[in-house]
């Protein structure tokens, strides 16, 4: 075999600001290759970081490979870094990133250790890596080892560090192409933060162990076969035995100087006899004589190298222990996976159902007051009827972190008065309401002989209103008269209205409402009551709460089954990344021709009520009129001072605050008021669900 007697194995970096000379020497010598890469990546890292991504300051690089005698222009350190690793995010956090750039790992055993090392290097998880070995690549290696033809002959390391400079100019490659006597391994250990072990000599194994607990530095190891991973945590458990206390009282000494072939009867002892497979079991009993070496092949290598560098990437958490990642075994269990069950058509029931048929008036109001909107569709009240009343209290246990001072609630309820008082004209006993009559009632409707022609003909565009999730035809404007009618009953019950129909103002409500749908999802105690509100027809009621089927998800609807996992949001919240999306994105928000705010008329809670009665009154001349509406509840809509934005967003209290200030700016809010609601607007097609109403609400005499 021939033996490469160029060793080199480190790119030459230059700076042109103060290198320029020896950059035209290498550019105007024969044979180089010459390619300038940097604009390029340029336009690359600002397409992947953003416009401001690249730091003029830092300049670029020239990196010469003499092997290949090629000369490439790049990014500098730091913008090629941020570049080559974009991708990682976010299942590497930034945070996370930069502890790894710190990092020395201790790579002994550059075959297997090949693809180990060049794991590391590919995910960043390293700023140095330093590799030891000794034997030069082979024919024989080429069927595990991710080398080509033209390395054999070179030393394995060298061929290695050759890979990752190609990969990464800068990162830091230290070799050790002599290899590691027993005597080698202390200095080899030194200062490293991780050792791999990747070798086959057992007196080395066993003082990279010694080393290890004595310097008090994690060691990770794998077998190819069965992918059998350890992680040895000797920086928490300096007095453990290496391999688990499967080689009590053997030394490194006691090996040193046997060939690889000696350590073959102690793989059981270390494995076990079951962490072996049957072939490599057989193949035991030949090793030294039919077979020169041990049988590895390619995709275990790169199995058990996968192990290694994810444990690489985890080793702050991971407790010491063996685990094993056999691919091929568990191939013996493939299954046709269940194929999801659909969800069933809609069919409403409950108080949905015969509404328009005769009834008493009693019956009537009542199913009327049911049929409000609440958050969530939590209807959070008791309605009871007797001696000529109908009274509506506050059930509290249907209220939820973001109804502060029970204040969509008081709405909620205020839009049942409206339905009562809508039922009542239209059967001509529309008597007096009075609100917070005694202390346990919210509204008391009493029954008379009054008839409101106004209300009645809202009687039955109140039985059509829904929440309609349907996507709106984005060129139909609403028209101003509509506009007009719905602010004139706003102002029917002391309210207001505001109206964005387009410009700066709908852009900014937009980005809020979107940004506030994203912190419900990151807030653990947030997203577990928003999980709870969503009612799947499969399997539970949906009597209360949003049936999933009306939030009209179409093919996108397997995303609720990664929006119920608490850990998927824990993480999305780790990455802290502006651009998450709730089920109000941006682009929802602005495909809407109006948005509009319901205003109360002062912020007490008697002004909620009142404010809810306005909501209604709105929502049911929308409907008359053809529109759909959608509701839009940031999560701080009902948190109107700091201490209560505290209480619901944690460390999102100031990011709370400031979108709260901005959109009441965005709307122009009067002081004194506050919104109500928030009301999408425009025209789509009838929805294919609605929520429906739970019939234990209420009680009728």
Request: hydrophobic share 45%; net charge negative.
């Amino acid at each position: 075999m021939t033996v490469h007697s160029d060793m080199t194995c480190s790119a030459t970096v230059l700076d042109e600001r103060d290198q320029a000379a020896e950059v035209e020497r290498l550019r105007a010598l024969p044979r180089i290759t010459v390619r300038d890469l940097w604009p390029g990546q340029v336009a690359e890292l600002r397409a992947a970081a953003g416009e401001h991504a690249v730091d003029d300051a830092e300049g670029s690089r020239w990196v010469y490979y003499p092997w290949r005698a090629t000369l490439l222009r790049v990014l500098g350190p730091e913008g090629y870094r941020a570049l080559r690793l974009s991708r990682n995010r976010n299942k590497i956090l930034p945070s996370e990133q930069r502890a790894h750039a710190s990092r020395v790992v201790a790579v002994a055993g550059a075959a297997a250790g090949h693809v180990v090392a060049l794991g590391l290097a590919l995910e960043g998880l390293a700023g140095t890596v330093r590799i030891a070995d000794r034997e030069q690549v082979g024919v024989t290696d080429l069927n595990q080892f991710p080398g080509a033809l033209v390395d054999v002959g070179l030393n394995r390391s060298v061929a290695l560090a050759r890979r990752i400079a190609e990969l990464d100019p800068y990162l830091t490659v230290e070799v050790r192409s002599e290899g590691l006597e027993v005597a080698d391994v202390e200095s080899f250990v030194e200062g490293a933060d991780l050792v791999v072990d990747a070798t086959d000599e057992l007196a080395i194994r066993l003082a990279l162990r010694e080393q290890a607990r004595a310097r008090r530095v994690p060691v990770v190891s794998a077998t190819p076969d069965r992918g059998t991973v350890d992680v040895e945590r000797f920086d928490l458990d300096p007095d453990r035995a290496p391999f688990h206390g499967r080689l009590n009282d053997f030394t490194a000494e006691m090996f040193a100087g046997l060939p690889a072939v000696a350590s073959v009867p102690f793989l059981p002892r270390i494995l076990g006899a079951d962490g072996i497979s049957a072939r490599m079991a057989a193949s035991m009993f030949v090793i030294g004589e039919s077979l020169p070496a041990w049988p590895q092949l390619g995709g275990d290598v790169l199995q058990a190298a996968a192990g290694v560098v994810a444990a690489a990437r985890r080793i702050d958490e991971l407790p010491s222990g063996r685990v094993q990642l056999d691919v091929a075994a568990r191939l013996d269990e493939l299954s046709e996976p269940p194929v999801p069950e659909e969800l069933p058509p809609f069919e409403p029931v409950g108080p949905w159902r015969n509404l328009s048929e005769p009834a008493s008036d009693v019956d009537t109001i009542v199913r009327a007051a049911q049929l409000a909107p609440s958050p969530g569709n939590s209807q959070p009240w008791r309605i009871a009827a007797h001696d000529g009343a109908v009274r509506i209290e506050l059930d509290e246990k249907y209220t939820s972190a973001i109804d502060v001072g029970c204040r969509a609630s008081y709405v909620a309820i205020g839009a049942a008065v409206q339905n009562m008082r809508i039922a009542a004209a239209s059967r001509a006993v529309l008597g007096d309401v009075e609100l917070f009559p005694d202390d346990s009632a919210v509204a008391e409707l009493r029954l008379g002989s009054g008839r409101s022609t106004r209300l009645a003909e809202a009687y039955e565009p109140m039985l059509r209103r829904v929440t309609n999730r349907q996507a709106v035809d984005t060129e139909r404007p609403v028209p101003d008269d509509v506009l007009a009618t719905l602010t004139a009953e706003a102002r029917q019950h002391g309210g207001d209205l505001t109206v964005v129909t387009g410009g700066h103002a709908a852009t900014t409500a937009g980005e809020i409402l979107a940004g506030a749908d994203r912190l419900r999802y990151l807030v653990p105690d947030l997203h577990r009551e928003m999980v709870a509100e969503l009612r799947d027809p499969r399997v539970e009621s949906v009597e209360r709460g949003l049936d999933v089927r009306s939030l009209e998800l179409g093919v996108g609807a397997p995303v609720l089954d990664l929006v119920r996992r608490g850990d998927v949001m824990s993480e999305l919240a780790a990455t802290d990344d502006p651009t998450t999306r709730g089920l109000q994105d941006r682009a929802l928000v602005a495909s809407y021709p109006a948005l509009v705010a319901v205003l109360t008329p002062g912020s007490e809670p008697v002004d909620y009520v009142r404010g809810g009665q306005a909501v209604e009154s709105v929502w049911v001349a929308a409907t008359a009129a053809g529109l759909s509406a959608r509701p839009a509840v940031p999560l701080f809509l009902y948190a109107c001072h700091d201490d209560e934005l505290a209480k619901i967003g944690g460390r999102y209290t100031d990011e709370l605050a400031r979108m709260r200030r901005d959109l009441y700016t965005a709307l122009n809010v009067p002081a004194g008021r506050e919104i109500a609601l928030i009301l999408l607007l425009g025209y789509a097609p009838d929805p294919s669900a609605v929520s429906l109403r739970s019939p234990e609400t209420a009680v009728t005499e």
